[in-house]
């Protein structure tokens, strides 16, 4: 089975400044990581996904996030806020493999201070 | 990545009444998913709806309280029954994107944003 821990559900960040919301998950199995963003009274939609291969993986609107096996993390960071970045961010996790079931985080919503 | 429509947006429902959420894909789709979204919860997954099978709902669903249809590879319909206020909450749907790495990427639609009094 999976699990996913946010730490924080909300942040603030000055515009401009470091963006990092952090994401823990436990997974029995190679894990597939994902983060998804959710604009409100919209769906959510996939900001990056890694799967296999380079640990980095880059995301949509400057994001990114690194995938740590030993820390079972996967943080998203961007290194520079901008106002259109407020909104609630999920991580997500499967198992490896086609058509996994995805299990999410509790979501954390970031505030964007001008 | 498909669009997905859904409907009502929202509603406000007496406790005891039933509800049917719609979902339009605009493209045909094997998997859709249906979701609640709880304020302060993670997303729960109700059940996997696939074309031409009974859906598979997941601990703590079922499908007297949370019937599913699939009549086709573009449609589903969620049916929240004899509603409690303990079923206020968003109701998503999604659908699963194929990708080269065959992760299980999802679209979702806005959601259905159920209160009930």
């Known amino acids: 089975a999976q699990s996913v821990t946010q730490l924080g559900s909300h942040v603030s960040v000055s515009e401009g400044a470091l963006v990092l919301l952090r994401c823990n998950y436990s997974?029995?199995?190679?894990?597939?990581l994902f983060w998804y963003v959710q604009y409100p009274n919209q769906g959510l939609q996939l900001l990056l996904k890694?799967?296999?291969?380079?640990?980095l993986v880059k995301g949509i609107n400057g994001f990114e996030a690194e995938f740590k096996k030993s820390e079972t993390s996967f943080h998203l960071t961007k290194p520079s806020a901008h106002m259109s970045d407020a909104a609630e961010y999920f991580c997500?996790?499967?198992?490896?493999?086609?058509?996994?079931?995805?299990?999410f985080g509790t979501g954390t919503k970031l505030q964007v201070i001008p | 990545s498909a669009v997905i429509s859904q409907k009502p947006s929202r509603d406000i429902c007496q406790r005891g009444t039933s509800l049917t959420i719609q979902c339009q894909v605009d493209?045909?789709?094997?998997?859709m998913f249906w979701y609640r979204q709880q304020p302060g919860q993670s997303l729960t997954l109700i059940a996997t709806?696939?074309?031409?099978?009974?859906?598979?709902?997941e601990s703590g669903f079922v499908i007297d309280k949370f019937p599913i249809s699939r009549p086709n590879l573009t449609f589903s319909t969620l049916t929240v029954s004899n509603m409690s206020p303990e079923d206020s909450s968003i109701y998503l749907c999604?659908?699963?994107?194929?990708?080269?790495?065959?992760?299980?990427?999802?679209?979702f639609g806005a959601g259905s944003r159920l209160t009930v009094l």
């Open positions: 997974s029995s199995v190679p894990p597939y």
């Open positions: 493209s045909q789709v094997t998997m």
């Open positions: 997500a996790v499967s198992a490896s493999g086609g058509y996994q079931k995805v299990t």
């Open positions: 999604s659908v699963a994107r194929d990708t080269d790495s065959g992760a299980n990427v999802l679209t």
């Open positions: 709806a696939n074309q031409g099978s009974e859906a598979t709902y």
């Open positions: 890694y799967t296999t291969g380079a640990t």
